[in-house]
Nanobody, 126 residues
């Protein structure tokens, strides 16, 4: 069982920045690809970004491309989501998720992930 703990959420004005962290309770963190998703109440969970086990491959949702950056430090068992130029429509609960790589570099499908964090609230005011 892998526990994922997100941190770094908060309230920020439009145009501001936040950096989310996702700390994993496993020494085999490099065996997992990591994705970030977000969800507004009453809406489906939405893919945001994903990074391969080595960090060499990343994929972003069109809505965040050029503004958000996903990264990871396997030595620290931690993944990050740097969010810049935030907009009110970025307001949501942000979740990190991990999937055993098993030959897959990245995936945007939330149903394929093995572990999820509890989420961290990001609120962007206009």
């Amino acid at each position: 069982q892998v526990q994922l703990i997100e941190s770094g959420g908060g309230l920020v004005q439009a145009g501001g920045s936040l950096r989310l962290s996702c700390a994993a309770s496993t020494r085999t963190f490099s065996s997992y690809l990591v994705g970030w998703f977000r969800q507004d109440p009453g809406k489906e969970r939405e893919f945001v970004a994903v990074i391969s086990w080595s960090g060499s491959t990343t994929t972003y949702a069109d809505s965040v491309k050029g503004r958000f950056a996903i990264s990871r430090e396997n030595a620290k068992n931690t993944a990050y989501l740097q969010m810049n130029s935030l907009k009110p429509e970025d307001t949501a609960v942000y979740y990190c998720a991990a999937k055993r790589t098993l030959g897959v570099l990245t995936t945007t499908n939330p149903g394929l992930y093995d572990y999820w964090g509890q989420g961290t609230q990001v609120t962007v005011s206009a």
